[in-house]
């Protein structure tokens, strides 16, 4: 079993719905739970970050976050063509060291 | 504020040649990380440093050493090359104990 497992896509939405992205994860004790986009060719750059159960809310973005069930969510509200990319989970173990990425999922918005 | 740099940003190599990859940033992290990404399989740690003068392996450690600088920079040397190791190389940085990591913007590696 992966560490990080996401659904690798391409998850196509039209402009202006809700795109749902979702990550599991299989370190119990891990700490800190974030979401990074990366754009073709270019680095990864984050977004949301979350801490505890519970949704947080940045914008257009929400993340949601479910230690029991060990998962992880992105949802993106009015979706633009500027958010096609690639969407990155990433988790911080419970040593507070090693960051894990999954392989990510790619989102396409359809105008 | 540069936050992480990473040189170079291109490199072709042959087989068997080495080279090493440099990482600087300027936020005052404690931890650092080298990752390599490959199509369909992710961004994979090589090696990290959770605090100067202390380095540890990740998940694809084999072919690489690293070197812990300073609290600043952080280096990736590939003794030997192979083509195994065509890819893009990210360095990345983390501060507090629960902050996320910031990247460098990549190094394209093609080993031929």
């Known amino acids: 079993q992966k560490e990080v497992e996401q659904n690798s896509g391409p998850l196509s939405v039209p402009e202006g719905a809700i795109a749902s992205l979702n990550c599991t994860y299989s370190?119990?004790?891990?700490?800190?739970f974030f979401w990074y986009r990366q754009y073709s060719g270019k680095s990864p750059e984050l977004i949301m970050s979350i801490y505890s159960n519970g949704d947080k809310e940045d914008g257009r973005f929400t993340a949601q976050l479910n230690k029991a069930s060990q998962y992880v969510s992105l949802l993106i509200r009015d979706s633009q063509p500027s958010d096609s990319a690639t969407y990155l989970c990433?988790?911080?173990?419970?040593?507070?060291?090693?960051?894990?990425f999954g392989t990510g999922t790619k989102l396409q918005v359809i105008p | 504020n540069a936050g992480v740099t990473q040189t170079p940003k291109f490199q072709v190599l042959k087989t068997g040649q080495s080279m090493t990859l440099q990482c600087a940033q300027d936020?005052?992290?404690?931890?650092m990380y080298w990752y390599r990404q490959d199509p369909g399989m992710g961004l994979r740690l090589i090696y990290y440093s959770a605090s100067e003068g202390t380095t540890d392996k990740g998940e694809v450690p084999n072919g690489y050493n690293v070197s812990r600088l300073n609290k600043r920079e952080f280096s990736l040397r590939l003794e030997s090359a192979a083509p195994s190791q065509t890819s893009v190389y990210f360095c990345a940085s983390r501060g507090t104990p629960k902050e996320a990591a910031f990247f460098g913007q990549g190094t394209r590696l093609t080993v031929v």
């Open positions: 990433a988790v911080l173990g419970g040593g507070y060291q090693k960051v894990t």
């Open positions: 370190d119990r004790v891990s700490q800190s």
């Open positions: 936020m005052n992290h404690n931890s």
